[in-house]
Every structure is written in C-alpha cells, then in structure tokens.
C-alpha cells in the first residue's frame, strides 16, 4: 500500500499596521504602523487596496506562508473594529495576528518586541484588547519618543524632526525585518535580533 506524504499546512498570518486614514495624518508619528505595512507590501509585491472590514487589506505571500496584510480605516482609536472583523472572518487565532504601532515609551528609532502584554498607553491598542479579549499576540512597539513638554496628542500627531528622519526610517525597515523573522521563522528569533 501506497504511503501518503503528508504536507503540514500552516495557519496564514494577518499583520495589521496601527494609523489614521488621510492624508493630514501622513509622516506623523502615530502612522508609523502604516508606513512599516506599505515597506512590508512593497517588498513582497502585496497590493493593499482593497477596503474590506474597515480597512484596506492585500493578500500575499512572505516566503512561503500566505499574509493579509491591514491598515484600519477606523481611525486609531476604534483599531479593534476592524480587527475584530478580520478574526471573526477568517477565524484565525490571535497568535498569528502580528500588530504594528507607535510607542511613546520607546525611544525614537527602536523597536520593542512582545509575544502578549498589556496596551500601555496606547488608545489604538486599548481597543483592540478590548473588543478582542485577548492580549496574547505578537507586537512590534516602533519607538517614537516622548514629548519634553506639551500635549502628548498633539506630539503623536505631529511629524519627526529632520535630525529624527533617519532614526525612524531604520525602525521601520527593522520592524519589517522583524516581521518577516517571526514569520518565517518564529518570534524568538525576531525578538533576540531586533529589540533593543
């Protein structure tokens, strides 16, 4: 009899980047999340035009592992509406949903790494653990710095200063590296090679 090689299928993985739709919030802080997804789509080829639950999405490949690649249209307060629809649709578990986001308790060009945890102070993030009610997936926190005075709103949703472009330039090419790593190979790997 004939044995049967059996092929292990992989669950795809669904990498949301956090942002504001428009073209006011380009270049700000806060949309960095949606620049590392256009890098990411860039890359491999992935058209991330099509507006389906709450947000534009492309489906593609890295590697050899199937990718919906996101970018909610909710605004980044209401992130989790989006999400929630995804989940819901393509029944995926949380663990293979891969969240890109700003983060103003990490210095300016680093990337902070985590397989779960809390939202900090994140809004975006709030509410994706909210409506989900689950914290256990991976995130890739793009540090953007703290403001020395004024209104944290107002900092987020300005643009980077010239002597800060490069720095954020290299955190999004290293948070798709990332990326690429945890799914390719695993989340370990990504996190020994790019926190810090």
Request: charged share 25%.
């Amino acid at each position: 009899m004939a044995a049967f090689l059996v092929k292990e299928v992989k669950k795809m993985y669904i990498v949301v980047g956090l942002g504001n739709p428009g073209k006011k919030y380009e270049g700000t802080r806060h949309n960095v999340g949606f620049h590392a997804i256009d890098l990411l789509a860039s890359k491999h080829q992935i058209q991330v035009s099509k507006l389906k639950h709450k947000a534009l999405v492309g489906e593609g490949r890295i590697g050899t592992e199937k990718v919906i690649l996101v970018k909610p249209q909710t605004f980044m307060n209401l992130s989790g509406q989006s999400l929630m629809e995804l989940i819901q649709f393509y029944k995926i578990d949380t663990e293979k949903i891969i969240v890109l986001y700003d983060d103003i308790d990490v210095k300016v060009g680093s990337l902070r790494i985590r397989e779960k945890g809390s939202a900090g102070s994140h809004n975006g993030m709030k509410n994706i653990i909210y409506l989900v009610q689950k914290d256990n997936f991976p995130r890739v926190r793009i540090g953007v710095g703290k403001p020395v005075v004024g209104d944290l709103a107002d900092y987020v949703l300005s643009g980077f200063p010239s002597n800060e472009v490069p720095l954020i330039k290299d955190a999004i090419g290293n948070a798709v590296l990332a990326v690429e790593t945890i799914i390719q190979e695993n989340l370990q790997q990504a996190m020994n090679k790019y926190n810090g």
